[in-house]
């Protein structure tokens, strides 16, 4: 037991090096954004919406969680060298930045990379754009505001993607669910 606990410190320590820290930062995103689509597609056949996994369907939302991943790695860096520090008034003017600079950029970058592996026209981007968009947002809101003082106040850098890809998987089924909803934006869970 003792020697499984020493290689996973040793693992978890050059898995977070900054040597590797893009690489495990990306495979988390990949990892955990195609297990929210998983979870989502096995209750949608559960309750008969959805006849088999559609394993295309997981490819797509595993690799928008590669873009997103990338996207989280820089964008995390960039915050803790812009704003260093930990007071509360900090941490809620990062939470503020987050929510209104990176949110809007992330679904976005979501969309855009869905579009391109669907081989999407721009109206039917600009279409789905239209009619999700507020439906993410106003979910990005109620979910990461508390996460992130948690983030923000309390994890090193290095951990900030591990900890959000772990809370996004609740918001990733949630994401997986609305992104393949064939209705508008006004049907809801």
């Given at each position: 037991?003792?020697?499984?606990?020493k290689?996973?410190?040793?693992?978890?320590?050059?898995?977070?090096?900054k040597?590797?820290?893009?690489f495990?930062?990306?495979?988390?995103?990949?990892?955990?954004?195609?297990?929210?689509?998983?979870?989502?597609?096995?209750?949608?056949?559960?309750?008969?919406?959805?006849?088999?996994?559609?394993?295309?369907?997981t490819?797509?939302?595993?690799?928008?969680?590669?873009?997103?991943?990338v996207?989280?790695h820089?964008?995390?860096?960039?915050m803790?060298?812009?704003?260093?520090?930990?007071?509360?008034?900090?941490?809620?003017?990062?939470?503020?930045?987050?929510?209104?600079?990176?949110?809007?950029?992330?679904?976005?970058?979501?969309?855009?990379?869905?579009?391109?592996?669907?081989?999407?026209?721009?109206?039917?981007?600009r279409?789905?754009?239209?009619?999700?968009?507020?439906?993410?947002?106003?979910?990005?809101?109620?979910?990461?505001?508390?996460a992130?003082?948690?983030?923000?106040?309390?994890?090193?850098?290095?951990?900030?993607?591990?900890?959000?890809?772990?809370?996004?998987?609740?918001?990733?089924?949630?994401t997986?669910?609305?992104?393949?909803?064939?209705?508008?934006?006004?049907?809801?869970?």
């Amino acid at each position: 037991m003792i020697r499984l606990v020493k290689l996973f410190r040793a693992v978890t320590k050059t898995a977070f090096s900054k040597k590797y820290l893009l690489f495990t930062n990306v495979a988390i995103s990949v990892s955990l954004s195609g297990v929210g689509d998983i979870i989502e597609q096995h209750y949608e056949i559960y309750k008969g919406e959805l006849a088999a996994w559609d394993r295309q369907r997981t490819r797509f939302m595993s690799i928008s969680g590669m873009t997103v991943g990338v996207f989280c790695h820089g964008w995390y860096n960039f915050m803790d060298r812009r704003y260093p520090g930990r007071t509360i008034g900090l941490v809620l003017k990062k939470v503020l930045i987050d929510q209104t600079v990176a949110s809007p950029i992330v679904i976005f970058l979501f969309f855009a990379t869905l579009a391109t592996l669907k081989r999407a026209s721009w109206e039917e981007t600009r279409q789905e754009v239209r009619e999700k968009f507020i439906r993410l947002y106003t979910a990005e809101w109620v979910v990461w505001p508390p996460a992130q003082i948690v983030n923000f106040y309390f994890l090193p850098t290095k951990y900030r993607v591990l900890y959000d890809n772990t809370i996004s998987l609740g918001y990733d089924i949630y994401t997986s669910y609305v992104i393949n909803d064939e209705c508008t934006g006004t049907t809801q869970r």
